[in-house]
């Protein structure tokens, strides 16, 4: 499991191309996702970390772009792509207690 690619083409202040950070952003929650099914929890971490710069990256670009209404439903159905995944990941993480089984 490699960490997620971050070399996004620079922004030209389009929509779609802050769609591109928003679509890298979930294909590395997708790939936390893998490596925490398959227990390579070192991958996990790799791959949180370059997250990490992603978010910050979104968060700049978010302050200064506008996104196109068109394209608001496949960032908001990324955004809840990645809570699921989180969850997910959690529950991997924290098994329930024996005596919940």
């Known amino acids: 499991m490699t960490a997620p ?3 996004i083409a620079a922004a030209s202040g389009s929509s779609d191309g802050l769609m591109q950070w928003y ?11 893998e490596a925490a099914r398959s227990g390579d929890w070192e991958a996990v971490c790799r791959i949180e970390g370059a997250s990490t710069v992603l978010v910050a990256q979104l968060r700049r670009l978010r302050a200064s772009q506008d996104l196109a209404a068109s394209l608001e439903r ?16 959690r529950r991997i993480m ?7 089984h």
């Open 23 to 33: 679509r890298a952003l979930g294909a590395a929650s997708e790939q936390m996702l």
């Open 74 to 89: 496949e960032r908001l159905d990324i955004l809840r792509s990645i809570v699921m995944n989180d969850a997910e990941i």
């Open 5 to 7: 690619s971050i070399a």
């Open 94 to 100: 924290q098994p329930l207690p024996q005596w919940l």
